[in-house]
C-alpha cells in the first residue's frame, strides 16, 4: 500500500441498496447485475486517433488525476492524452443506471472519432441478435468490423440462450454502431455512440447521456459441495487485521470491538520516531496504546516499517520516483537506522509492556518504500536479527512480505538457502493485491512446508487502487474479496490471514457525519471469516462443482464451520461429507447481513444469490 486515504464521509446511499452495476476508479462501468447474475463489461470514452491508435480516456491506473467528486461522480484527465479532461456522473434507476458524461479538449485536434463506447463480452453474446433490426452477432470476424449501424434511442442485445439482455437507451436518436474487435482489453462487441469525428475544436464540449440496463434470467443452479473430513490440508491460526494507517479514528475501536482478530500488524512509523522519541506526540502514542491494547488481549502481532526520513536514504538516481519506490537505506545510515528501530521497539517493550512477534520490510521487492534485492534482503535478515537479539528483543523477522503472490516466493529462496540468516526468521508472507493462480499460491505453500515456517498473508487485499476513489465501497467489490480469500486459503495454506485494513482505509464501515459507525455488507462478509472461524483450527479439503460456488471448510475438534460463497445467482446444494444432524446457518445477502437460522444435512441447502453462508455446529 502506497498512500494513506483520508477520512471520507459517505451517506448518499443505504449501505445495503442492490447493486445494478460496478465502477473501477476512473468511472468506468465495469458490470451491470440483475437477479443475481453479473454481467462483466466495459463502459467508458475512448478517443481513435487518425493513425487508428485507440486511448482510453478514463484510464484505470495510479498515474492520471482522476478524483471522485461524489457517490457516483468521477472527473480528470488522462496523462496519455494532454489537454482533455472527462466528467462521468451516474445514478441507479430501475434495473439498470442512466449515465451521463461529458469529454472537452483544450486545443483544438482532429481525431478519427471520439465515442462512448460499451464493450460486452464476445462470448457471452456470440450468436445473439440485436434489436429491433435483427442483426445477429457474427461468429466469425466480418468483412466490415462494423456490422451495424442505425439512428435509434433504444438497442438492445439478447444472447442466444435467452439468459441476458442489454438494453441502451438514448434521450432521442443517435448514430449507434456495433463493432466486433478484438484489442489488448480482450474480444468484445463493442457498442459505440460517437460523439465527435474529425475536426474537435478547443473547449467544445462532447455530451452523452445514456441510460444501461440488464436483464437476466439465470437458471437456479444445482451441484454438489464437498468436505472431505478426513484430509486436513493444514493448521489454520485464523484470520486478523492491519491497523497500520489511520489510527486515530473510531472505526479502529469499532473493528477491534466487533470483529475478533487472532493477529494484528502495526506500521513502525520510523520518520515521526526520529522526531519525536524524546516526547512522542499523540500519533506515536496512539499506535503505542493499540500495541498494548493487543499484547495485553493475547493477540501475537507484527510491526512492519514503510518509509523514512529522507536522509536515511541513498539520493534518488536521476530525482527518483515521486513515490519513493525503490529507495536504499544509505550504507553511511545503516547503524543510525538500526538504533532507531532497536529503540522504538524497546520503547514500547519497556513503556507499554508490548513486544512484536515479527518484524517486516513492508514490500521490499516492490520498494514500498525501502527496496532489497533478494540478496540484499537475507543480508538485511542476518544484520537486524543478530541486532535484535543482541538488544534483548525475542522479535523475529519477517521473510518476504512481498508486493503480490505471482512467482514472488522466490524471492525468499536466497534467505531460505542461508542458515545463519534462516536462524532468524519466524514466518514467510506475501501480500494477496491482484490475486494470483492456484499454482502461484501453491508454491508459497510449497516453500513454507519445506522450511517448516508458518505462512503469512500479510497483506490480503484485491485492487491495491481502490483507495484512491474508494472503488472498495461496493457489496460486488466485498464478494470479490472473499473469493480471493478463498483462493488463498486453499492453495496457500496459510497459517494467517491479516486483511488491510480495519480502519478508514479500505474501510469496512463508514461514518456518517453524526459520527456513529455504518457497517456495510462487506464488513458482514468479514465477519463471517473473523467471527464464526475457529480461532485456531485445521482446514479441510473442499471441492464445488459449480463454478460460482466456493467453499472453505475448518475444524477445531468436534466444532465444524463451513463456509460457503456464492458469487452468481441462487443455488441448490447438496453437502457430502459433513456430519449428519442440525446445523446453524448464518447468511449474509446485499439486503439482509448475518441472518439465522438452522438446517438438516439431509436436506438440499438453498444459497442465495450473491451471498455468504456459514455453517457451524
Same mark, same amino acid.
Given at each position: 500500500m502506497k498512500r494513506i486515504l483520508p477520512l471520507v464521509l459517505l451517506f448518499m446511499s443505504p449501505a445495503f441498496a442492490v447493486e445494478h452495476a460496478t465502477y473501477d476508479s476512473a468511472g468506468r462501468v465495469t458490470s451491470l447485475i440483475d437477479n443475481g447474475h453479473r454481467l462483466e463489461l466495459l463502459g467508458h470514452f475512448v478517443l481513435t486517433a487518425d493513425d487508428g491508435r485507440e486511448y482510453i480516456l478514463q484510464p484505470h491506473d495510479q498515474r492520471s488525476p482522476i478524483e471522485r467528486t461524489g457517490e457516483l461522480s468521477w472527473q480528470g484527465a488522462p496523462l496519455d492524452v494532454?489537454?482533455?479532461?472527462?466528467?462521468?456522473?451516474?445514478?441507479?434507476?430501475?434495473?439498470?443506471i442512466s449515465v451521463k458524461g461529458t469529454v472537452r479538449t483544450a486545443a483544438s485536434r482532429h481525431v478519427r472519432s471520439v465515442a462512448?463506447?460499451?464493450?460486452?463480452?464476445?462470448?457471452?453474446?456470440?450468436?445473439?441478435?440485436?434489436?429491433p433490426a435483427g442483426t445477429e452477432l457474427p461468429i466469425v470476424k466480418p468483412e466490415d468490423p462494423v456490422f451495424h449501424r442505425g439512428s435509434v434511442d433504444t438497442l438492445?442485445?439478447?444472447?442466444?440462450?435467452?439468459?441476458?439482455?442489454?438494453?441502451?437507451?438514448?434521450?432521442?436518436p443517435r448514430e449507434i454502431q456495433v463493432v466486433d474487435t478484438w484489442n489488448q482489453l480482450g474480444r468484445w462487441y463493442e457498442v459505440r455512440i460517437p460523439l465527435r469525428t474529425g475536426s474537435w475544436r478547443g473547449d467544445e464540449e462532447l455530451v452523452v447521456e445514456a441510460a444501461l440496463s440488464l436483464e437476466a434470467n439465470p437458471p437456479v443452479q444445482t451441484g454438489t459441495i464437498s468436505v472431505d473430513t478426513n484430509r486436513s490440508t493444514h493448521r489454520f491460526e485464523g484470520f486478523g487485521a492491519n491497523y497500520c494507517w489511520v489510527n486515530t479514528s473510531?472505526?479502529?475501536?469499532?473493528?477491534?470491538?466487533?470483529l475478533r482478530s487472532t493477529w494484528h500488524r502495526y506500521e513502525l512509523k520510523f520518520a515521526p520516531w526520529i522526531a519525536e522519541r524524546d516526547d512522542p506526540g499523540? =500519533?506515536? /502514542? #496512539?499506535?503505542? %496504546? =493499540?500495541? /498494548? #491494547?493487543?499484547? %495485553?488481549?493475547?493477540?501475537?502481532?507484527?510491526?512492519?516499517?514503510?518509509?523514512?526520513?529522507?536522509?536515511?536514504?541513498?539520493?534518488?538516481p536521476g530525482g527518483g520516483s515521486p513515490l519513493g519506490h525503490g529507495r536504499k537505506i544509505a550504507t553511511a545510515r545503516w547503524q543510525d537506522f538500526l538504533d532507531g528501530i532497536g529503540s522504538f521497539l524497546l520503547h514500547v517493550k519497556q513503556e507499554y509492556g508490548a513486544e512484536p512477534d515479527l518484524f517486516s520490510f513492508n514490500e521490499p521487492d516492490l520498494g514500498v518504500d525501502i527496496a532489497f534485492s533478494a540478496e540484499e534482503h537475507r543480508d538485511a535478515i542476518r544484520m537486524i536479527g543478530g541486532y535484535f537479539a543482541e538488544i534483548g528483543l525475542k522479535t523475529k523477522l519477517l521473510l518476504g512480505d512481498t508486493a503480490n503472490p505471482r512467482e514472488r516466493h522466490r524471492y525468499v529462496l536466497p534467505t531460505a538457502a542461508d542458515p545463519e540468516a534462516l536462524r532468524y526468521v519466524g514466518g514467510l508472507s506475501f501480500h494477496s493485491w491482484m490475486g494470483a493462480s492456484p499454482e502461484q499460491y501453491d508454491a508459497w505453500g510449497d516453500v513454507a512446508e519445506w522450511l517448516q515456517l508458518p505462512l503469512f498473508i500479510g497483506e490480503a487485499g484485491m485492487d491495491p487502487g481502490a483507495y484512491r476513489n474508494r472503488t472498495y465501497d461496493s457489496y460486488t467489490y466485498g464478494l470479490r474479496e472473499m473469493?480471493?480469500?478463498?483462493?488463498?486459503?486453499?492453495?496457500?495454506?496459510?497459517?494467517?490471514?491479516l486483511y488491510w485494513q480495519f480502519t478508514n482505509d479500505y474501510g469496512l464501515v463508514r461514518t456518517l457525519p453524526d459520527g456513529k459507525i455504518d457497517p456495510t455488507g462487506r464488513?458482514?462478509?468479514?465477519?463471517?471469516?473473523?467471527n464464526l472461524t475457529p480461532p485456531v483450527s485445521n482446514a479441510f479439503a473442499t471441492s464445488s462443482d459449480l463454478a460460482d460456488v466456493h467453499a472453505l471448510a475448518f475444524a477445531d475438534g468436534d466444532t465444524w464451520t463451513v463456509h460457503l460463497l456464492n458469487v452468481g445467482s441462487a443455488a441448490r446444494i447438496s453437502?457430502?461429507?459433513?456430519?449428519?444432524?442440525?446445523?446453524?446457518v448464518t447468511t449474509t445477502t446485499e439486503t439482509t447481513p448475518f441472518a439465522e437460522t438452522t438446517w438438516t444435512s439431509d436436506n438440499p441447502l438453498d444459497l442465495p444469490a450473491r451471498s455468504m453462508v456459514t455453517l457451524t455446529k
Open positions: 494532454p489537454g482533455v479532461r472527462f466528467t462521468m456522473n451516474i445514478t441507479q434507476v430501475g434495473n439498470g462512448y463506447v460499451i464493450a460486452l463480452p464476445r462470448d457471452a453474446f456470440i450468436g445473439g441478435r440485436i434489436a438492445t442485445i439478447h444472447d442466444a440462450n435467452g439468459v441476458q439482455t442489454v438494453t441502451v437507451t438514448t434521450p432521442g473510531p472505526v479502529i475501536d469499532y473493528t477491534l470491538e466487533h499523540p =500519533l506515536l /502514542r #496512539r499506535d503505542f %496504546e =493499540l500495541m /498494548r #491494547r493487543t499484547q %495485553e488481549a493475547g493477540i501475537p502481532w507484527i510491526i512492519s516499517v514503510w518509509r523514512l526520513p529522507e536522509d536515511f536514504y541513498e539520493p534518488r473469493k480471493d480469500h478463498f483462493d488463498f486459503v486453499r492453495f496457500a495454506r496459510p497459517q494467517v490471514s464488513f458482514h462478509l468479514m465477519r463471517h471469516l473473523n453437502l457430502a461429507g459433513l456430519s449428519a444432524g442440525s446445523w446453524r
